[in-house]
Nanobody, 128 residues
């Protein structure tokens, strides 16, 4: 499985960006219990959880810092996952990574080491 993230860039505080993550090598619809997540890493900080989406029937989960502003979604037909980011803040500045894994239990879905597949990262800079 390969992941390719794109859509980063610069935005002003209060602005919006949408990140995309294209999944290749395996159709999402064939994975029994996959999780697709977004993580971010700011300069000098650890990689942190942003959002995760699983197969149908599970509610997406968000970090408290982005809840109400970011929305994660998936398109099985396009084999892609998206992160719509609204009302961006300077603290959202980071490199954003998409990640995928299979068989991750709910209590561990926010832990980066649980994910086997990672995209290359895309820079998001929020500044006036």
């Amino acid at each position: 499985v390969q992941l390719q993230a794109c859509g980063g860039g610069m935005a002003q505080p209060g602005g919006s960006l949408m990140l995309s993550c294209q999944v290749s090598g395996r159709a999402l619809s064939t994975l029994r219990d996959y999780a697709l997540g977004w993580f971010r890493q700011a300069n000098g900080k650890d990689r942190e959880f942003v959002a995760v989406i699983r197969r149908s029937g599970y509610t997406p989960a968000y970090a408290d810092s982005v809840k109400g502003r970011f929305t994660i979604s998936r398109d099985n037909a396009r084999n892609a996952v998206y992160l719509q980011m609204n009302n961006l803040k300077p603290d959202d500045t980071a490199v954003y990574f998409c990640a995928g894994g299979n068989g991750i239990i709910l209590s561990s879905q926010r832990v980066p080491t649980q994910y086997a597949y990672w995209g290359q990262g895309t820079q998001v800079t929020v500044s006036s």
